[in-house]
């Protein structure tokens, strides 16, 4: 079955920079993107990219250029995103999804989630 | 981008009950509508995608409906475990956006 293990909660500092990690297994990694979702406590969702695991092409939403880069490793399926300068803005849960399209698009997997907590 | 607007933002009903949330799109989607479940904790679920289809394992009390701009998922015979926050999402363009949400609780 299609399962994103993320990696496990992080505490930082302001001003520092996290890297995040979504392992994917039971299915084929490289034929499906994988895109990257926040959502602050009580908030909704917001998409912040989505990387190509074949190509390594990827597509940011513009109010995340910049805060994060999307990475993947074929080798060990797993997709990678690193926040950077980060704020106590950016303290969130973040989700990976795998995205399927049919003309269009939507998240039918998603990761557990991570929390990263900013504070000084 | 295009902008997503759910109402209401919360609503309290009974077990057993229907309910109906709605999704405005800020243009037309053209039927790539999307609606997850979220409960406290919890990864979002997905629901229905393209408007009207039901994902597998989904509950038929589930449905939904909508076109160009206008979108609906209605729950009927409200069971326990649907006591959830849902979300819309537009499936259409990037940046995929999101509705701000609508909390059901048990009233």
């Known amino acids: 079955q299609v399962q994103l293990q993320q990696s496990g909660a992080e505490l930082t500092k302001p001003g520092s920079s996290v890297k995040i990690s979504c392992k994917a297994s039971?299915?084929?990694?490289?034929?499906?993107?994988i895109s990257w979702i926040k959502q602050r406590p009580g908030q909704a969702l917001e998409w912040i990219g989505a990387?190509?695991?074949?190509?390594?092409?990827?597509g940011y939403n513009e109010k995340f250029k910049g805060k994060a880069t999307l990475t993947v490793d074929k080798s060990s399926s797993t997709a990678f995103m690193q926040l950077s300068s980060l704020t106590p803005e950016d303290t969130a849960v973040y989700y990976c999804?795998?995205?399927?399209?049919?003309?269009?698009?939507?998240?039918?997997?998603w990761g557990q989630g991570t929390l990263v907590t900013v504070s000084s | 981008d295009i902008q997503m607007t759910q109402s209401p933002t919360s609503l309290a009903a009974s077990v057993g009950e229907s309910v109906t949330i709605t999704c405005l799109a800020s243009?037309?989607?053209?039927?790539?509508l999307v609606w997850y479940q979220q409960k406290p904790g919890k990864s979002p679920q997905l629901l229905i995608y393209?408007?009207?289809i039901l994902e597998d394992g989904i509950p038929s009390r589930f449905s939904g409906s909508g076109s160009d701009t206008q979108y609906s998922l209605k729950i009927n015979s409200l069971q326990p475990e649907d006591f959830a926050s849902y979300y819309c999402?537009?499936?259409?363009?990037?940046?995929?956006?999101f509705g701000g949400g609508t909390k059901l609780e048990l009233k």
């Open positions: 393209g408007a009207t």
């Open positions: 039971g299915y084929t990694f490289t034929s499906y993107d």
């Open positions: 999804a795998r995205v399927d399209y049919g003309g269009y698009s939507w998240f039918a997997y």
């Open positions: 990387i190509n695991p074949g190509s390594g092409g990827t």
């Open positions: 999402q537009n499936g259409l363009s990037t940046p995929w956006t």
């Open positions: 243009e037309d989607i053209y039927g790539s």
